[in-house]
């Protein structure tokens, strides 16, 4: 190889977010911090999850979680291995996990002004089946009203929509693991783990999603449970007046799922239903994390009353939403098939 070839000007996350933090002059650096824990909590979850097999890690733990999920063995060392991370922060001020009923305070450090909300191990399920699986998170910044020593600091404190998101993600563990990170008003930049380094390498930058794409994602197992507006729309997708047939896919993991619809387009959907009137995907860390990807990537994402996601406002920490989200032109006909029916 050239020598011309060798790329030495790498950007890791870590310079990423140096270079993020200098567009906020009067950033305290606490962010960047926050993140330096979020990316070891992702590294070590990966290590994990490449050894599950190995390591007696597969399987259930034996217990469930306040939504009603049987909880894996990973679901619980992922979980505990993110409420290590933020609370070794000292960022953190308050955790909300899908594998914890309740929210869980930091005291320790009271004037920390971060929110932080995750999903450790998304799409579980696939786990024993060595199926790509993620990690979900959004960071909210604390009003200053709640900060500082004795101040009680309750979920109401997480009640808020995700336009309040300061910043979401994902990490998808596949066949590398790969970052993919927004802020506010921000694009979307992707990292691929280089596992001898120990770092996430800037691979995806300013990832934008194509316009349209035929292709569509829905576990098609819950057809009878949908509204009729819902059959129509992936009906006329499987059966188009004109053109082609649209492509299925559906990993049943929704960091995989979402992950290559951010990367080729279409759409991903987990519509509300009969049999999950407020929808199956948990608003504060599943929906609103992914919907300000999405958006910032050029992509549109919605409820299953065509409501902005982005402004729905969760009424519990756990409280559930039907989503559709993707490329602009496809949730766009979702919307069209809705107004349709009304
Ligand atoms: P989790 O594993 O964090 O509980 O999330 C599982 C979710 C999501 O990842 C996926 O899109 C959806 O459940 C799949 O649900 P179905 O198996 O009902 O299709
Ligand atoms: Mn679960
Ligand atoms: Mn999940
Ligand atoms: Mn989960």
Redesign the pocket.
């Known amino acids: 190889v050239g020598q011309e070839n060798i790329n030495t000007d790498i950007v890791t996350l870590s310079r990423f977010l140096t270079e993020e933090q200098t567009k906020y002059p009067d950033a305290s650096g606490d962010f960047t911090l926050l993140c330096h824990a979020l990316q070891f909590s992702f590294k070590s979850i990966a290590y994990y999850i490449r050894r599950a097999s190995l390591i007696n890690l597969t399987g259930l733990a034996g217990s469930s979680n306040i939504t009603g ?1 049987d909880q894996k063995k990973l679901d619980v060392i992922g979980n505990d291995i993110f409420i290590s991370a933020m609370r070794g922060s000292g960022k953190c001020r308050i955790l909300v996990s ?1 594998e914890e009923e309740e929210l869980i305070k930091f005291d320790e450090y009271p004037d920390a002004r971060y929110a932080v909300v995750c ?1 450790p ?5 696939n786990l024993d089946a060595g199926v790509s ?1 993620g990690t979900i998170f959004g960071i909210f910044q604390l009003p200053e009203e709640l900060m500082g020593a004795g101040k009680e600091v309750g979920p109401e404190a997480l009640l808020h929509p995700g336009t309040s998101l300061v910043a979401s993600g994902f990490t998808m563990y596949g066949a590398s693991a790969q970052l993919v990170i927004t802020m506010r008003g921000g694009g979307v930049n992707g990292f691929t783990l280089e596992n001898s380094l120990g770092e996430f390498i800037l691979t995806h930058p300013n990832m934008r999603l194509p316009e349209s794409r035929a292709i569509y994602s829905v ?1 098609e ?2 057809s009878m449970y949908w509204d009729e507006w819902c059959n129509q729309y992936f009906h006329s997708l499987k059966f188009p007046e004109d053109g082609k047939p649209y492509s299925a896919r ?1 990993i ?4 995989a ?1 979402a992950y290559r619809t951010l990367l080729y387009g279409g759409i991903f959907a ?1 519509p509300a239903d009969s049999k999950s009137p407020k929808g ?2 948990r608003i504060l860390y ?1 929906c609103a994390p992914m919907a300000m990807v999405f958006e910032n990537a050029g992509g549109l994402a919605v409820n299953s009353r065509m409501e902005r996601l982005m402004d729905v406002v969760p009424e519990h920490i756990h409280d559930k939403s039907g989503v559709f989200l993707g490329s602009k032109n496809e949730v766009q006909k979702v919307i069209d098939m809705y107004n349709k029916h009304k």
């Open positions: 999920d899908e999903d191990i998304d799409g579980s399920s699986v576990n197992g819950n559906y049943g993991s929704m960091v799922d987990y199956k995907l599943e």
